[in-house]
């Protein structure tokens, strides 16, 4: 099971773009578990994830977020900002595998 974690400013603005991830996966007969959390959440929510995705909006937090990550050995990276103002799920959803290395845990 692949486990991907959003982050963005309160967890909302993603939620809609899950969705649409969640539904691509299913599609391509992939098991997966997307949480969207706020800023506060993402570090303490990271362990328990393959991959963290930010927010465009939230590009700023993302060398904090890295270094929460790090010992945990967890890919961050901010979603590609086209994508994520099409809320395309099927693209960040491709983007969070690239980052994992293409593994299926």
Excluded: W
Excluded at 17 to 44: C, F, H, P
């Amino acid at each position: 099971m692949r486990r991907i974690l959003l982050a963005c400013s309160s967890g909302m603005s993603t939620s809609l773009l899950v969705t649409k991830m969640e539904a691509y996966a299913k599609s391509i007969g992939d098991e997966v578990e997307i949480r969207a959390v706020g800023q506060d959440q993402a570090k303490s929510e990271l362990k328990n994830m393959d991959v963290v995705l930010i927010g465009p909006q939230m590009s700023f937090f993302k060398e904090e977020l890295q270094q929460a990550a790090e010992s945990h050995q967890v890919p961050v990276e901010v979603i590609d900002r086209i994508a994520y103002g099409m809320a395309d799920g099927k693209a960040v959803y491709e983007q969070a595998v690239r980052l994992m290395g293409g593994q299926n845990e």
